[in-house]
């Protein structure tokens, strides 16, 4: 592709009816990039999944996947593009090899390059050794993994997962991770969906999605920097409880607060204004202030503070 | 009182021949939020359950509230109250019935009042006559809530309550127990994410049946002596390969993660002086640019990651099984 996009959107919309479950959005994903495709239930993420897969028809506006247009080359899209989700389906009593076998043969991988496109998955997916298991004996990360590997068979050169790591322990977390960067490495596109939002920390860049508007783009740092008008403080304080309850009280100077542990986040506009009225507010109700301290929002706080600032708009 | 709340003794219980939970000891204050921390199979779901008396432990005790689980259960039944994962509501009860049902469930006769409560605390009061059927998710696990509150419990339990939740919904559901827990509630939770752990009084991080570590937050960021040096680089890729190619590095660092654009570098050998020269030499020699370089607390996954690869090198070394090599 010229452009060295692999995923191009403009003004894509789409409606059910009166309802607008995707409105006018445009983005673009670099070839190779781990794009992220974040957004709360029913922010029509879902929706926009499905037209880029060429399942869907947009209403107004559109998109090249892969150079192909998604409404005038549906099935173009569908050959270029691989897909796994959290339910993804592997086949419980055929072996690893004989899933990849059926696999192969529903995407119609010529014969002369099916050893070989077995032997990279596997290999790629760290599955070496495992050919003869069946899936229902392997531990859940492995299982992603060969969803994985398997969505992948047919050299798509953009592969969709939609919240794929629902529930695995660190390490898998991390062994998933390190196949979706050998992916990315090798030149694949990887658009998925999370809610984990320390996941979204792994992609280059991300798109938000709210009530079907992107709010949000940029790589996380751009967020942390672009997005984030306020300030989060950290309150250490003798009485983190009874501290929460009177500062909760409060507005103005202060939007949430949230208690982490022995902790209390506030998110501020004014740092300086902000550290003398919690001070003052504490040591009058007897709590001793034990320490403040600004520090680097998570995109979980910038996600929740732009979705303040649009629930605010409406 | 050192475990007035929940007090746990030994506890095990095998399915099949396998231990799901190991012998498991803790206790949790009254006023505390306490979460189990652990990956799926991790015996979490096991362990809660033998608590609420559910399921009954092969060896070891647990009192709750000074009740001792198994001798008197009827005492405890009507002090906690249980999330489970798969919650069932009525769908097709309102909001309203479906806490008047739990409430007879649970013996509670004059439930309107805190039925009242409860809807004010959850912000559901205006849906009060919609189905539970017509409720979106983060709705219905309000109701769950809800339902789970109904006898006023003094300890609740809640078996991974934000899994598959979205990040606003999850925010919500945490301002509803921060609430609790200014009522004095006892909150015990179960969850797969580690930046959840952060929100909790205290943390006990649970692998394969066995506690690994069991303390605040604070201390167990602290635990093993890690550092975190964070660097953002370009090109990333190429960076890591390169500090993954070098014996040196390999040696001296306890663990390299990429995310995104960016290397966080773990170590414990060294002062963060030492760490940053290092890094630097190494990127400096081999073209890499380093655009922010500056250290960090490291994260409950860094310490999670490091306990859990140390216990399976250790049953490796036990088992006689050669280790697998170091790789990032």
């Not at chain 1, 070989?116 to 229902?136: F, H, M, Q, S, T």
């Amino acid at each position: 592709m010229v452009s060295g996009n692999s995923i191009e959107v403009s003004n894509l919309t789409k409606r059910f009816g009166d309802f607008v479950a995707v409105g006018d959005v445009s983005f673009d994903v670099k070839e190779g990039e781990i794009f992220g495709f974040l957004g709360p239930n029913g922010s029509g993420k879902s929706t926009v999944i499905r037209m880029l897969c060429g399942l869907l028809d947009p209403t107004e506006g559109h998109a090249t996947v892969a150079g192909y247009d998604i409404a005038k080359n549906p099935d173009d899209v569908k050959r270029n593009i691989g897909y796994m989700s959290q339910k993804f389906s592997l086949y419980e009593d055929l072996t690893i090899e004989q899933n990849l076998d059926f696999f192969a043969g529903i995407y119609k991988i010529p014969r002369a390059r099916i050893a070989e496109r077995k032997k990279y998955v596997i290999d790629v997916a760290n599955l070496k050794g495992l050919e003869k298991r069946r899936p229902r004996e392997l531990p859940g990360g492995l299982r992603q993994r060969l969803a994985l590997a398997t969505s992948i068979l047919h050299e798509p050169k953009i592969v969709f997962l939609d919240e794929p790591t629902g529930g695995v322990d660190p390490i898998s977390r991390r062994k998933f991770w390190d196949l979706i960067y050998a992916l990315s490495e090798s030149g694949i596109t990887v658009f998925v969906t999370t809610h984990f939002l320390d996941e979204a920390e792994h992609c280059n860049n991300i798109g938000f999605l709210y009530f079907g508007k992107l709010i949000a783009y940029g790589s996380p740092k751009e967020l942390k920097t672009k997005y984030m008008t306020q300030s989060i403080l950290e309150v250490k304080a003798s009485q983190p409880a009874e501290a929460l309850t009177i500062l909760g009280n409060e507005s103005g100077w202060l939007d949430e607060t949230s208690i982490f542990g022995n902790n209390i986040h506030i998110s501020v506009d004014d740092v300086e204004l902000a550290e003398r009225n919690v001070r003052k507010l504490l040591t009058s109700n007897d709590i001793t202030v034990l320490g403040i301290e600004e520090i680097e929002p998570s995109l979980e706080d910038i996600f929740i503070h732009l979705i303040d600032r649009e629930n605010k708009k409406s | 009182m050192k475990g007035d709340a929940i007090d746990v003794e030994g506890l095990e219980k095998s399915f099949k021949g396998t231990k799901a939970v190991a012998g498991i000891s803790l206790d949790v204050e009254r006023g505390e939020m306490f979460a189990l921390v652990g990956p799926d199979g991790a015996g979490k779901t096991t362990t809660i359950r033998m608590l609420c008396g559910i399921l009954s432990a092969d060896a070891g005790t647990a009192r709750l509230l000074g009740f001792d689980v198994k001798k008197e259960p009827e005492q405890i039944k009507k002090r906690i109250g249980y999330l489970s994962q798969k919650f069932s509501l009525y769908t097709d009860l309102s909001i309203d019935e479906n806490i008047e049902f739990f409430a007879r469930i649970n013996g509670v006769k004059d439930f309107r009042r805190r039925r009242e409560e409860l809807l004010e605390f959850t912000r559901l009061a205006p849906f009060r006559n919609r189905l539970a059927d017509k409720l979106s998710g983060g709705m219905k696990q309000k109701l769950a809530l809800a339902c789970t509150l109904i006898h006023t419990p003094e300890i609740i339990f809640l078996d991974e309550p934000t899994t598959g939740v979205d990040p606003v919904t999850r925010r919500d559901f945490w301002k509803l127990l921060a609430e609790l827990m200014k009522g004095g509630t006892t909150i015990f939770l179960t969850t797969p994410y580690l930046d959840e752990a952060e929100r909790c009084t205290r943390v006990a991080l649970i692998d394969r049946g066995e506690i690994l570590a069991c303390d605040v937050p604070e201390a167990i960021h602290s635990l093993l002596g890690q550092q975190v040096i964070e660097v953002s680089c370009s090109p990333a890729r190429a960076a890591l390969a390169v500090v993954s190619g070098d014996a040196v590095m390999r040696e001296q660092f306890d663990d390299v993660q990429m995310f995104g654009e960016r290397l966080d570098f773990v170590f414990t050998k060294m002062s963060a002086e030492e760490a940053t020269a290092m890094i630097e030499k190494l990127f400096d020699d081999n073209d890499i640019t380093i655009v922010d370089i500056r250290t960090k607390t490291p994260s409950l996954e860094n310490v999670f990651i490091s306990l859990m690869r140390d216990r399976t090198r250790r049953d490796a070394t036990e088992s006689g099984a050669e280790t697998e090599e170091k790789q990032w």
